[in-house]
């Protein structure tokens, strides 16, 4: 029986789909392991993809920019206890630094905590895992790089240097109570059961920052700004009502599923 390339790539892609939605998969998508020009706002932009996953897991990230020339560290973290995960499909967490404002080597460090279920565990055991994973990215900064572009630098969608974080999310929850669990408080008290294999890769140069979302991690990093300063500047009422939330969905496949699918049908 001949199978046409047609219904091979509609079978490849409906198993990346299916295979992909039980994964929750964590990536720094910028910088990369790359030169950049330095910047006075410099992003540093975390991914969350199949963002519905963690909600269950009470995730928490924190990092570390170094400086490799003088061996200094500058710590931040992201607050993601009031996310609300089932609002898109990639979540994006981002701060923009003025750490890159000069030529240098950096290092980002950064530890992605999670809480999970052991469904084996009795009711009345140990049933809560706290979990952390660390990875690291190196890049340099040089006034010879190109003008910062985070648009085009994660458009090439390979890239070397750059593991994250994947987590086989299974379709078990447990209900943990409050006196055994105080992170069940920012997920309804329900906790997820990860599978421990097999380990899910990654690829976080899947992810690209457009100039949609790049425009709007902007305008809800100025939209901050003057809400934290009590003498607000004249141009913040013009641009905080432009910031909107991170929203991207994972397309790609899907219009290229339909596309194929609509081969089929015609």
Known sequence: MHISTTAWMLAACLGTLINASDVLEVNLVFPRNETYAPNDTFPVVFAFKNSELARHL?????????????????????E????????QETYFAYKFSDTFNTEGRWKVLWTL????????????????????????????TSNSAPKLDPVAATANKTCTGQPGVAINVTDKTKSIGSALWEGGK????????????????????????????????????????C?????????????????????????????GLTGALGFFLV
């Open 58 to 78: 009470n995730p928490s990230i924190s990092y570390s920019l170094w400086n490799e020339l003088d061996d200094s560290a500058y710590i931040l973290w992201h």
């Open 80 to 87: 993601l206890r009031w996310v609300n995960w089932t609002d």
């Open 113 to 140: 905590g999670w809480d999970s279920c052991n469904v084996e565990s009795p009711s009345y055991g140990n049933e809560v895992i706290s979990n952390t994973t660390t990875r690291a990215t190196r890049f340099t």
């Open 186 to 225: 920012y997920t309804n008290h329900t906790c997820a059961v990860v599978a421990a294999s097999p380990t899910p890769s990654t690829n976080p140069c899947r992810t690209q920052i457009d100039e949609t979302t790049l425009a709007s991690m902007k305008a809800s990093d100025w939209a901050s700004y």
């Open 227 to 255: 809400d934290s300063n009590f003498n607000e500047p004249a141009e913040c009422s013009d641009k905080k009502s432009s910031a909107q939330p991170l929203a991207v969905a994972g397309l790609s496949c899907l219009l």
